[in-house]
């Protein structure tokens, strides 16, 4: 199994500019879980998806961000317009939904947004 | 919510030593999952080590084990002979049972610095 695969692994933008990030998850993995990681705040649930179906957003800061999962095997963040204070490092992670199953983690984007 | 509380943020240990990293959780659940993560600076999310809330043995997986006291809500983790490699970020994650959502909570992190 490949793992969650997340891509880019660095991203640079200007502020202002739209960011996507890309998430595909385990294969089977019905749970998928978008995490943001700062030194100030930790690891902050943004959304999750049962399904493709959000399921809890209320993580998402405000209405600059946007998530989707168009299929089982695709997802994707979108910050449009980005601020500087959005500069973090973005995890995907899925989950099979079997009780003692850990959360699974891609290797994280790291966006910086000058 | 349920919270999980690393009071710990930076904790250090000799190569070859034993270091025990803290964990507690507030939870009125009766079954859950408890999880510790470790973070090497190659940011990977790496799982070290799980424990079910209903069995009373401690998890082990070679130098990791825990110490899980359900009454006291407490769920240590203990690395014995300490190596270089297991410098890294350490997280606590708890996971309910109950269908509110299958979320997993994170404790805010310990950094642990092996001295060589």
């Known amino acids: 199994d490949a793992g969650v695969i997340q891509s880019p692994r660095h991203e640079v933008t200007e502020m202002g500019q739209e960011v996507t990030l890309r998430c595909k998850p385990i294969?089977?993995?019905?749970?998928l879980f978008w995490y943001r990681q700062t030194m100030m705040r930790g690891l902050e649930l943004l959304i999750y998806?049962?399904?493709?179906?959000?399921?809890?957003d209320s993580g998402m800061p405000e209405d600059r961000f946007s998530a989707k999962m168009p299929n089982a095997s695709f997802s994707t963040l979108k910050i449009q317009p980005s601020e500087p204070r959005d500069s973090a490092v973005y995890f995907c992670?899925?989950?099979?939904?079997?009780?003692?199953?850990?959360?699974?983690f891609g290797n994280g984007t790291r966006l910086t947004v000058t | 919510a349920q919270t999980v509380t690393q009071s710990q943020p930076e904790m250090s240990v000799q190569e070859a030593e034993t270091v025990t990293l803290s964990c507690t959780y507030d939870?009125?659940?009766?079954?859950?999952?408890l999880f510790w993560y470790k973070q090497p600076p190659s940011r990977q999310m790496i799982l070290v080590i799980r424990?079910?809330?209903?069995?009373?043995q401690n998890a082990t997986e070679n130098r990791f084990s825990v110490n899980f006291q359900k009454a006291a809500k407490s769920f240590s983790l203990k690395i014995s002979d300490s190596q270089l490699g297991d410098a890294a970020m350490y997280f606590c994650?708890?996971?309910?049972?109950?269908?509110?959502?299958?979320?997993?909570?994170f404790g805010t992190g310990t950094s642990l610095t092996v001295i060589p």
């Open positions: 992670a899925s989950w099979g939904s079997s009780y003692n199953s850990p959360l699974h």
């Open positions: 294969s089977g993995h019905d749970y």
């Open positions: 998806f049962n399904n493709n179906v959000p399921i809890d």
């Open positions: 939870t009125s659940e009766s079954d859950y999952y």
């Open positions: 424990q079910e809330a209903y069995k009373q």
């Open positions: 994650a708890y996971r309910s049972l109950l269908f509110t959502g299958n979320q997993f909570y």
